[in-house]
């Protein structure tokens, strides 16, 4: 018999590798309105709603292992171009498509789902693709 698996709460963080860490943070805070919670010379965190957090790393800044006051953080990195999605009301996208347009960020993609959802694609400052999606998405969204 296999043991019962421990019940998760949610997603808390996610990463991505930049290689500027000063105009990722800008654009995140600008486009995405998130607040910065933490900034050092290899990352930034910054709050998203929902009690996520997006951690920006500085690309081959944290390949070593981080030593803090309350113990070491393993090493990590990442290349190549990853994804990352937002959620947002249904009645905010054209608010968001108005919002984008005025920052001159190209909506790169736009897709209605099968169950209702709608995303919006734009590309951020390392050309990272991130998702503004609606629910209607997943089962669970």
Do not use: K
């Not at 113990?71 to 990590?76: E, L, Q, S």
Request: aromatic share 8%; glycine share 8%; net charge neutral.
């Amino acid at each position: 018999m296999t043991a019962s698996i421990p019940r998760l709460t949610g997603l808390l963080e996610t990463a991505l590798y930049v290689s500027d860490l000063a105009i990722s943070e800008a654009f995140y805070s600008r486009v995405l309105g998130l607040e910065t919670f933490l900034r050092d010379s290899r990352m930034c965190a910054m709050g998203v709603p929902g009690a996520t957090v997006l951690l920006l790393f500085h690309r081959g800044g944290s390949v070593q292992p981080s030593t803090t006051p309350a113990g070491t953080i393993p090493a990590h990195d990442g290349r190549g171009t990853l994804h990352l999605a937002f959620a947002i009301p249904r009645n905010a996208l054209d608010a968001w498509a108005a919002h984008l347009a005025r920052e001159r960020i190209a909506i790169e993609s736009r897709i209605t789902w099968p169950a209702g959802g709608t995303s919006v694609y734009f590309r951020d400052p390392d050309q990272h693709s991130v998702e503004l999606a609606t629910p209607g998405l997943w089962p669970s969204y």
